[in-house]
């Protein structure tokens, strides 16, 4: 689903297997030391969220003492973040959250678009019979999710269906260039679920993308992809047209 990266952490009880929780993060050579990390993972669960709203200001003291360290290991956090689009570094001020730019989210959700619909494509033909099973499973956990009205843990769910089914592509590049997407879009595309009507239409979509994979039907998983990126881009855009919107975004 998306505009149905990585995300917040495990949720209790999950069929996820080897797929990660956490939002997609940007390959890097020299992993960050322990305590930047950490600040890096709550940090960017906080921005996805929107504990911490675009365009917020991020005072340095206040999220030292919020998050229990000092402000060295922060600030390698607020870098990391900023490589990955989620904040803005200005030189003699403090960061901010970077803004929600609708231009930029048409565009990535237009690269989103291309990439997960081929990459269903593809996964329609070689994914495996556990891999169909384990996307079985997620669906069952976001419709009852959905019943419950449990939006973070759908949502967690949601992003592992979408890295999912990349994954089933058997595609290392596909891979790859969809977790830099995905990291990108994450609050964009929890914010869309909070539309009204979204959430529930979303998790028909995926419904009927499922049975597209399980019929092996590449073709028709890969237009059923299409759509269902096309409608999230179509809601956030919506949303960041609206003056009201853009002051909730």
């Known amino acids: 689903m998306s505009m149905d990266n990585d995300v917040p952490g495990d949720v209790p009880g999950d069929v996820s297997g080897d797929i990660p929780a956490a939002a997609p993060r940007r390959r890097r050579t020299v992993p960050p030391p322990p305590l930047a990390e950490m600040a890096v993972d709550r940090l960017r669960s906080m921005i996805i969220y929107g504990e911490l709203p675009p365009s917020a200001r991020l005072i340095e003291p206040e999220l030292s003492e919020k998050l229990g360290i000092s402000r060295t290991p922060l600030r390698e956090a607020l870098k990391l973040l900023a490589a990955d689009g989620l904040v803005m570094l200005r030189p003699n001020r403090n960061a901010i959250v970077a803004p929600l730019d609708a231009d930029e989210l048409i565009h990535l959700f237009e690269a989103e678009g291309c990439i997960e619909s081929f990459a269903a494509r593809l996964a329609a033909e070689r994914m495996t019979a556990a891999d169909l099973r384990r996307l079985r499973g997620f669906q069952d956990r976001i419709e009852a999710l959905q019943g419950a009205g449990a939006l973070e843990e759908y949502f967690s769910i949601n992003q592992k ?41 979303s998790v028909l979509e995926h419904r009927e993308i499922l049975v597209a994979m399980e019929a092996r039907d590449g073709e028709t998983a890969q237009r059923l992809f299409m759509h269902h990126v096309g409608r999230t881009g179509e809601v956030v855009a919506a949303a960041c047209a609206s003056p009201r919107a853009r002051r909730a975004v």
Do not use: C, M, T
């Not at 595609?171 to 990291?183: C, F, M, S, T």
């Not at 609050?187 to 239409?201: C, D, M, P, S, V």
């Open 161 to 201: 269906i979408h890295r999912l089914i990349v994954s089933g592509a058997k595609n290392p590049a596909l891979v790859d260039a969809h977790d830099r997407l995905l990291g990108r879009l994450a609050r964009a595309r929890y914010f869309a679920l909070g539309a009204q009507g979204r959430w529930k239409e």
